[in-house]
């Protein structure tokens, strides 16, 4: 499951869109705190917010996954 995708379009307005670009699974041990709540990872996104209603997924390659985007 990825929270934050599957609730962006609940939090914003009808007049915004977004992006949602998704670069990598994160490789960092959980701490236990996580997985008592049931957290089973993290990902590094980029979330755009634009006006309009579009709604767009890019997935980078595998190659470019090994950089981080900050």
């Known amino acids: ?3 934050l995708l599957d609730n962006i379009s609940q939090w914003l307005s ?13 490789i ?6 996580e997985t008592k709540r049931g957290i089973l990872g993290y990902k590094h996104v980029i979330l755009e917010i634009v006006r ?3 709604h767009t997924v890019v997935r980078y390659p595998f190659w470019h996954r ?5």
């Open 66 to 70: 090994k950089i981080s985007l900050f």
């Open 14 to 26: 009808g007049d915004l869109g977004w992006i949602y670009y998704y670069v990598s699974d994160s």
């Open 28 to 33: 960092a041990p959980l701490e236990p705190h």
């Open 52 to 54: 309009g209603n579009e």
């Open 1 to 3: 499951m990825n929270y």
